[in-house]
């Protein structure tokens, strides 16, 4: 079978329907529960340090050119981890306590793990390196030394990679597509961090298999059985826009020895997966990161720290207004998109409740037009946001979001909506579309905190319910995410502590 075949099969098989949701194991095996925090026995630790060296902007300046460029230093490395793929805080009730990053993750497992490819670095080495990144310690586990003779001084590369066995654990089947959006809110959350310290973040067209083959992550000895690692992509991060490509022949490392931690004491096999991440390697297609700023003055460090996603919203305090939600939407701007927003409106000022599409890319209207109910209205609402239909949707939104109350007791909420037919050109898109969207999301969450509100991702929805709502009359279109906003009901039952010791 072809990689599309492949993949169109496998996102088929893992729609949730009202009679049967995606195969998984239906209830939640807590013995086998994955650790969250990958380490790689007796490689050698650097902790870094989290006292803030650089001032971080206001929001609203975050993408701003006029930002102060920060020297690649240790501690600037280590301000750009701990806001992007950090610990945030730790929640505590009773005897159990958990901990909440930066980026956000379907369920809290973490699937994405994130190795940086470094040249030597001032306070870190004299030497190149590839270190893996220790969240829970907010340390670089170095794994090998590198020679990356073409990197151009003070840059250096992320590669997130994807442990799929953490979202199989819980959610089964579909878990390979919340590992794909993890990824993206992953990428998103990292190029935020970089504009903080007015640097810039590019995706490099690099082949994941060889990606894998330098990291080490095709040794099977290395890892406990299915619990191996999928590269995902590759962030070049630079202090100038870096116009140069990245001569990856030369980079060049031995295989390190060291073995990964085993996360869970037995594992289930979902034979999906072998095929699919197999058809899945190759170079991902490119998307765009969305690159402006926040609404707010207040300081992007403390709005990333303070993201968290609401498990209620309510529905008595979650009016927002038109302006607000034009910020929200202005913020997932990205040139060349390929995902559009497909809007329940339940609660904002100046709006008739119903269902409206904000497109991100004005040239894709008229093919979106001709692939949606013919009997939309498109009736523009500026920037981009059309009416397509007024009405009552919270029920529909709750239904189709899995019966979750948080897709009708928010201010809308939204599926997202991707051009599956990308995947024609290069069955990667499907990835590809993933990480767009995952990226959106976490934009999105950043918005809504710097505007007082909250927000959450909503992986579990019924797809062809909400294509059927849309009226798709073709599978050129697909959804692949929702989200909702509003306003939290705040769980004062959960105790919050500091993310780490050293935390002034
Ligand atoms: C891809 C994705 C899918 C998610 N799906 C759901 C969902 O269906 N329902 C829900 O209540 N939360 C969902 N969440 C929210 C996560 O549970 C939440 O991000 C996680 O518990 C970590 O909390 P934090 O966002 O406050 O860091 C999703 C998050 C992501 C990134």
Redo the contacts with the bound molecule.
């Keep these: 079978m072809n990689p599309l075949t492949i993949a169109l099969n496998y996102h088929d098989r893992t729609k949730h329907r009202p009679s049967r949701y995606a195969a998984s194991l239906g209830y939640m095996d807590w013995a086998t529960q994955p650790d969250p925090f990958r380490t790689y026995e007796g490689a050698p630790r650097l902790e870094l340090s989290i006292t803030l060296e650089h001032p971080t902007p206001p929001g609203d300046r975050l993408f701003s050119n006029e930002l102060p460029v920060a020297p690649l230093h240790v501690k600037a490395l280590s301000q750009l981890l701990q806001f992007s793929l950090g610990i945030?805080q730790y929640k505590a009730y009773g005897d159990n306590r958990w901990a909440?990053?930066?980026?956000?993750?379907?369920?809290?497992?973490?699937p994405t793990e994130a190795y940086l490819l470094l040249g030597p670095i001032e306070g870190l080495s004299e030497a190149g390196m590839i270190a893996h990144y220790h969240p829970q310690s907010h340390a670089l586990e170095v794994l090998q030394e590198l020679s990356a003779p073409t990197l151009a001084k003070g840059s250096f590369v992320v590669v997130l990679c994807s442990v799929l066995w953490r979202e199989a654990w819980k959610y089964g089947e579909r878990a390979w597509?919340?590992a794909q959006?993890?990824a993206?809110?992953a990428a998103q959350a990292l190029h935020v961090s970089a504009s903080m310290l007015g640097w810039h973040t590019k995706l490099l067209p690099l082949h994941t298999a060889k990606l894998e083959t330098l990291l080490g992550l095709d040794t099977p000895e290395r890892f406990a059985p299915l619990e191996h690692e999928h590269a995902d992509m590759a962030l070049l991060i630079s202090p100038k826009p870096f116009e140069r490509s990245v001569d990856w022949e030369r980079f060049a490392a031995t295989p390190h020895p060291y073995r990964a931690n085993t996360l869970s004491p037995q594992h289930h096999r979902w034979e999906i997966f072998e095929p699919l991440e197999a058809a899945m390697q190759g170079t991902v297609p490119p998307f765009s990161l969305p690159s402006n700023p926040l609404s707010s003055p207040k300081n992007a460090s403390e709005i990333i720290r303070k993201?968290?996603?609401?498990?209620m919203m309510d529905p008595r305090t979650s009016h927002i207004s038109l302006a607000q939600l034009h910020a929200l939407l202005r913020s997932t701007a990205a040139p060349e998109a390929k995902v559009h927003l497909m809007l329940f409106i339940h609660r904002v000022e100046e709006l008739p409740k119903g269902l409206y599409a904000y497109v991100r890319d004005a040239e894709a209207l008229g093919d979106l037009r001709a692939n949606l109910d013919a009997d939309f209205l498109w009736q523009p609402q500026g920037e981009g946001l059309y009416l397509l239909r007024e009405g009552e949707y919270r029920g529909v939104a709750k239904a189709i979001?899995?019966t979750?109350d948080?897709a009708a007791d928010g201010a809308f909420s939204l599926g997202m909506l991707c051009a599956m037919h990308r995947m024609e050109e290069d069955a990667l898109y499907y990835r590809s579309l993933y990480f767009e969207?995952?990226a959106i999301?976490?934009q999105l969450?950043l918005e809504a905190t710097a505007q007082g509100l909250s927000a959450?991702?909503?992986?579990?929805?019924l797809d062809d319910e909400m294509h059927a709502l849309l009226g798709l009359r073709s599978e050129r279109y697909g959804i692949l995410?929702?989200f909702t906003i509003g306003r939290a009901i705040v769980d004062m039952r959960l105790l919050d502590m500091a993310p780490y010791p050293r935390c002034e």
Excluded at 307 to 311: F, I, P
């Design positions: 945030a909440l990053r930066m980026n956000a993750s379907s369920g809290n497992l973490h597509r919340y959006l993890d993206g809110h993201r968290r996603s609401a498990q979001s899995c979750q948080i969207c995952g999301g976490q969450y959450t991702g909503i992986g579990c929805f995410y929702h």
